[in-house]
């Protein structure tokens, strides 16, 4: 298990650039991090490959979820592209604002997702 309630950290990544934010937030504390507490390295530095495929993968099978308004999707990235793990009907959308502020205006602004048929496009 790897989140915020199991010891882990969570922040924000830009993502078309896959760059993370500069800062985080740690579990129990709700402390804010500006760099890695193991490695050191800085969070603002990081960037991750295959974030924009990665969104692009969710929305795809999101359309295959016709009328639910939003997901939480759990997505790996492997060395061959992005992976999903799993989906979330509840998720934790305060968590998502703490660590990208106030979302309320753009989460209202998304227009659903078109319904598609199978798997194959």
């Not at 990235?77 to 604002?97: K, M, R, T, Y």
Request: aromatic share 10%; glycine share 10%; with cysteine.
């Amino acid at each position: 298990m790897d989140n915020l309630h199991s010891g882990g950290l969570v922040g924000g990544i830009d993502l078309q650039t896959g760059r993370l934010s500069r800062c985080f937030i740690e579990e129990k504390k709700y402390r804010k991090l500006t760099h890695h507490p193991d490695t050191k390295e800085a969070f603002g530095e990081i960037t991750y490959p295959f974030v924009p495929e990665a969104v692009q993968l969710c929305l795809r099978i999101h359309s295959f979820f016709y009328g639910m308004h939003s997901i939480g999707w759990d997505v790996a990235l492997s060395e061959e592209g992005p992976v999903i793990l799993e989906a979330n009907d509840e998720w934790d959308f305060p968590l998502l604002q703490m660590v990208n502020g106030g979302l309320k205006e753009r989460f209202h602004s998304y227009q659903p997702v078109k319904p598609r048929k199978g798997l194959r496009s």
